[in-house]
């Protein structure tokens, strides 16, 4: 790896993991996501520092080039944080749902059903 990319990708990961605490603190951004970002952050630091562990686990997945892994990685991570979203938001639905229909039987109760 030259060494502008080596110094761009610390920066990087760096601005990422500091980003991260910082939304934490101004609770921008929950705990239970947090490790999931910082985890992120820490794996692109690893493979810089540690640029012959990305370059085993190239040659362990038959790719020819180290920016192939990267690629395939990123595209794993999107695919597995939009499944836990879409997971998330599913079951944010059925909780609506749930209150919607609770709302309705209060009202209904109340004999408030136009409000």
Same mark, same amino acid.
């Given at each position: 790896?030259?060494? @502008?990319?080596?110094?761009?990708?610390?920066?990087?990961?760096? +601005?990422? *993991?500091?980003?991260? +605490?910082?939304?934490? @603190?101004? @609770?921008?951004?929950?705990?239970?996501?947090?490790?999931?970002?910082? *985890?992120?952050? &820490?794996?692109?630091? &690893? *493979?810089?520092?540690?640029?012959?562990?990305?370059?085993?686990?190239?040659?362990?997945?038959?790719?020819?080039?180290?920016?192939? #892994?990267?690629?395939?990685?990123? &595209?794993?991570?999107?695919?597995?944080? #939009?499944?836990? +979203?879409?997971? @998330?938001?599913?079951?944010?639905?059925?909780?609506?749902?749930?209150?919607?229909?609770?709302?309705?039987?209060?009202?209904?109760?109340?004999?408030?059903?136009?409000?």
């Amino acid at each position: 790896m030259l060494f @502008r990319q080596k110094i761009f990708a610390i920066t990087a990961a760096l +601005f990422l *993991l500091v980003l991260i +605490f910082e939304l934490v @603190r101004r @609770r921008k951004l929950k705990e239970e996501y947090s490790w999931l970002w910082l *985890l992120t952050g &820490v794996s692109i630091l &690893v *493979l810089t520092l540690w640029y012959d562990l990305l370059l085993m686990l190239t040659s362990a997945i038959g790719a020819k080039v180290a920016t192939t #892994t990267l690629f395939i990685a990123a &595209v794993m991570y999107l695919i597995l944080i #939009t499944l836990h +979203f879409s997971v @998330r938001i599913s079951s944010l639905s059925d909780q609506v749902k749930k209150l919607v229909q609770e709302l309705a039987i209060l009202k209904a109760e109340k004999g408030d059903i136009h409000n």
